[in-house]
């Protein structure tokens, strides 16, 4: 019996994906939930399991395609006996569970006190049908001002995907009508700096790139052409976007390590012992940055339009470098968990992350950021800020200094403190009180570590 393998769908706003990578080839055996391709989407990498055991009779859509979910990628002779499956790596959870999140500007509106706020409508087409487009699409178009309307669709059923909508920024776009008074309490669109080019990720920057540098200027001497992989494309995306939107300023700040690092190297062995996990120095800042932003809670936020949005839970998302990119995933809820519960989930989703399992929720709805080059020996960096995140912490290595304490010359653990942070919502005074916040935490440790 012939079993279709369809290309699933990772999260409720995921409308395509991208095979990055075939592990059987057409005539392999193959039996049920083992590893068959590999998948790259707006939100995750993931393994997608095979739905049935059998032969991989034939691959339809090869690697580096872009294709709509439900799209048939291959199919399998199934073994006799073998019951075909539900679609391929369908989310764990039935999405249709999720109670339905309002639309970004009415989650966002502030609400009149006669009238609930309206919701801004799902754009329409000249011929009054609703223009089909993913949560994603509709924000780049709002922050471009674009009529998503306007932009001719290729996807499913004529849907407007991310690549339609990117290309519409880079040619210009049909500008948005101009607001009905019926969606006039609606966040407005976040107008661009005159002078600013639209952030339209990585096909747009490598525009930017050749316009300002001949391509005749690029390639000479000797050299090879690595294809950016679908990943690299969407941190390009990504970064290209954060640096048009959010204006980034930078504070920084050392802490003594002194007082955790001694803890560490005296409860490491119990620790990974008692709970089989292992102790790193990443749980400590983790529990540091949750008290700071609920002491400042403008730095766990995000912005719609002219709305800030702060945010009561505090998610926080972890970088995780993988040899083939970065991928930041979400410890939700840090604020309810305890430091060996962060240290526990935060271990487990760098591990999932290294070997491609996490969840599309799970790199999802994160507030605030904190990526780690000290781990590779950096003295400190500053980071991209993570949309839609305000701030992202970077921590540098922690080394033995000599600092002045009580006017004597002392060896101590030092760590510098870097805060990347958006001026549209976070003043430096702000910024300044926060890591001053962070660093008290740090070098005062109280917390029981068990």
């Not at 995306?237 to 204006?247: A, F, G, Q, W, Y």
């Not at 030092?414 to 935490?441: E, I, N, P, W």
Request: glycine share 8%.
């Amino acid at each position: 019996m012939a079993v279709d393998v369809i290309m699933p769908q990772m999260g409720e706003s995921i409308f395509e994906g991208t095979i990055t990578k075939w592990l059987k080839k057409a005539g392999d055996k193959i039996e049920r939930d083992e590893p068959l391709f590999e998948i790259s989407t707006d939100k995750v990498d993931a393994e997608i399991p095979s739905p049935s055991a059998g032969v991989l009779k034939e691959i339809k859509v090869g690697e580096g395609q872009t294709v709509p979910i439900q799209t048939v990628v291959a199919v399998i002779e199934a073994s006799d006996g073998a019951v075909s499956s539900a679609p391929a790596a369908a989310p764990a959870k039935p999405e249709a569970a999720k109670p339905a999140a309002p639309p970004p500007a009415a989650k966002s509106a502030a609400p009149a006190p006669s009238a609930p706020a309206s919701v801004a409508p799902q754009p329409t087409s000249a011929s009054g049908e609703k223009v089909r487009s993913s949560p994603l699409v509709r924000k780049i178009a709002r922050e471009h001002n674009i009529d998503v309307s306007q932009v001719p669709g290729t996807g499913a059923g004529g849907r407007v995907s991310k690549s339609d909508i990117l290309g519409a920024v880079q040619g210009g776009g049909a500008p948005a009508a101009a607001a009905s008074s019926s969606a006039a309490s609606a966040a407005p669109p976040l107008a661009r700096p005159a002078g600013v080019p639209p952030a339209t990720g990585g096909a747009s920057a490598s525009a930017v790139l050749e316009n300002a540098v001949p391509r005749e200027k690029m390639y000479f001497g000797h050299y090879e052409v690595q294809p950016m992989s679908v990943m690299r494309q969407r941190i390009a995306e990504h970064m290209v976007l954060s640096k048009h939107v959010s204006p980034h300023v930078y504070s920084v700040d050392e802490a003594d390590m002194t007082a955790i690092a001694t803890l560490r190297a005296k409860m490491k062995t119990k620790f990974e012992e008692t709970t089989g996990t292992k102790l790193t120095f990443m749980p400590f800042f983790v529990r540091a940055a949750v008290e700071a932003l609920r002491t400042f809670p403008t730095v766990n936020a995000s912005v719609d339009g002219t709305n800030i949005i702060l945010h009561k839970e505090c998610n926080i998302g972890i970088a995780v470098a993988l040899d083939w990119g970065l991928i930041v995933p979400v410890i939700k809820n840090a604020e309810e968990k305890n430091f060996l519960g962060i240290a526990r989930t935060m271990n487990d989703l760098a591990e999932r992350a290294r070997s491609k399992k996490l969840k599309p929720d799970e790199v999802a709805e994160g507030t605030f950021a904190i990526t780690n080059p000290g781990v590779f020996g950096g003295l400190f960096g500053l980071p991209v800020i993570n949309q839609p995140n305000v701030a992202i912490l970077g921590l540098g290595t922690i080394e033995k200094r000599p600092v002045v304490i009580d006017d004597a010359i002392a060896i101590r653990s030092m760590v510098y403190l870097t805060l990347s942070y958006d001026h549209r919502v976070v003043d430096g005074a702000v910024a300044h009180q926060f890591m001053a916040k962070l660093k008290h935490t740090l070098e005062n440790w109280t917390e029981s570590i068990l």
